[in-house]
């Protein structure tokens, strides 16, 4: 398969790029640059020096990807949406839920894997088998460039073709082993990264006969901005065109929810001037301590929790959910304990066995080690996030759950 740069293939056919001439012969046909229909095509010059025929890769890649039985991209056409919190978040739920989970990178340019699992400054080791992803946990294997980088502040300043060969690295060359839920960190947008993935698994799948989709399926985030619902919307048409099946949309960042303890208040006294300059200038003034005390006094040995509509009220990812006909996975608030697990690179729920990062960065960074924010309640992310994987869980592998066993540890 020859690489087309940005261009996206088109529906149906998958080696002719949607920005192609009409009667384009395909990217992986002989006569692909060199046909008269090749003339002003943008493609042109990739077509005519890019290699043609099957994709020599793709056996290597359907001998890894066939031990790996569902494949959940995670992507967002919108930028800094959660795409990483939410795929780190997953897979240490997955991994807690007893199945064998790996989380690949394909942030190539921007890898917040190794900092958000706590495994800054691992390397990658090679061995006979291949590359061996980087170990949380037995059951959670991690792979991405940032194993490979000499320093986390190294930029990575590749164009798509060497974007591309690495991202198939990642699936042929890793000693993956036997995975229930390959869970994939996707950069924003609908780009090189995404097409070569999804090109990749749905290749190797077609030729080892499992099927178009070969259990891949995306998983889309976004937040309740319009902005960020718009460029979703662009996502879903993406996987349409492309045929991966979306498992469904999480809402991240779904208005703020935090212990009123962390909450800070003030009393806002407008100037009295009638000026507008000075108006501008209001008095602010710091009254949290008066305001804590009365809510202790009215509510005494109560855990207040403190929720606000950041960005949008009134369900903007459920009305793009049902006008698309894909299903809402559920909303995750904002949630400081969230950004917090993240930051700390350990997962937000409760029994993280931190203590078994041996040198990550989250390593020692337990509950009640950043800032208190667990020690006063328990975060309010958790019942949505865990209804959220139940729903992936009940997608995926509860159609061969009861087939191969997994059954009790999901129960768990
Ligand atoms: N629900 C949440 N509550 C609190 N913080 C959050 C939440 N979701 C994400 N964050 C924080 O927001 C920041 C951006 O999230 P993240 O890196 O996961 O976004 P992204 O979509 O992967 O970004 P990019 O497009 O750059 O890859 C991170 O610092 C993360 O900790
Ligand atoms: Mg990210």
Redesign the pocket.
């Known amino acids: 398969m020859a690489s087309t740069g940005a261009a996206a293939p088109s529906g149906g056919m998958a080696d002719v790029p949607e920005n192609a001439n009409q009667h384009c012969p395909g990217t992986s046909s002989e006569q692909a640059g060199k046909s008269a229909a090749c003339a002003g095509c943008p493609n042109q010059s990739i077509c005519a020096t890019a290699p043609k025929g099957p994709d020599p890769d793709l056996a290597a890649i359907a001998a890894r990807m066939s031990r790996v039985k569902h494949k959940l991209l995670v992507l967002?056409g919108?930028?800094?949406?959660?795409?990483?919190?939410?795929?780190?978040q997953l897979a240490f739920a997955l991994a807690r839920r007893g199945y064998e989970v790996g989380l690949l990178d394909i942030?190539i340019c921007?890898p917040?894997v190794p900092k958000?699992l706590g495994l800054e400054g691992q390397e990658i080791h090679s061995s006979g088998a291949g590359w061996s992803p980087v170990y949380v946990e037995d059951n959670l294997a991690v792979m991405s460039i940032g194993f490979m980088l000499p320093n986390p502040d190294e930029a990575v300043i590749w164009r798509g073709p060497r974007k591309n060969g690495l991202i198939k690295q990642f699936l042929k060359d890793v000693d993956w082993g036997e995975l229930d839920y390959l869970v994939v960190?996707?950069?924003?947008g609908t780009s090189d990264e995404h097409i070569t993935i999804t090109q990749c698994l749905q290749g190797a799948a077609a030729g080892s006969g499992g099927g178009s989709g070969g259990g891949t399926a995306a998983v889309i985030?976004t937040t309740p901005q319009d902005v960020a619902i718009i460029d979703v919307r662009k996502e879903v048409n993406f996987c349409r065109k492309v045929g991966l099946p979306v498992l469904g949309v999480v809402e991240?960042?779904?208005g703020l929810v935090l212990p009123a303890e962390r909450a800070a208040f003030s009393a806002v006294r407008a100037s009295s001037s009638t000026s507008q300059q000075e108006q501008q200038q209001e008095e602010e003034e710091d009254v949290t301590a008066a305001v804590q005390a009365l809510l202790a006094e009215r509510f005494p040995g109560v855990q207040l929790r403190l929720r606000a509509e950041v960005f949008r009220e009134g369900g903007g990812a459920a009305r793009m959910c049902a006008d698309m006909g894909v299903p809402l996975l559920g909303r995750?608030?904002?949630?400081?304990?969230?950004?917090?697990?993240?930051?700390a690179g350990r997962s937000v729920l409760p029994e993280a066995k931190d203590e078994a990062k041996e040198g990550g960065a989250g390593a020692g960074a337990g509950a009640g080690a950043k800032g208190g924010l667990e020690a006063v309640a328990p975060q309010a992310?958790i019942a949505p996030l865990m209804a959220i994987v139940g729903k992936v869980v009940e997608q995926t592998a509860g159609a061969d759950a009861g087939a191969d066993g997994k059954a009790s540890k999901a129960a768990q």
């Open positions: 967002s919108k930028g800094g949406v959660g795409k990483s919190t939410v795929s780190a942030d921007g917040s958000m960190d996707a950069p924003p985030v991240n960042m779904a995750l608030p904002l949630d400081p304990g969230l950004g917090a697990a993240a930051d992310c």
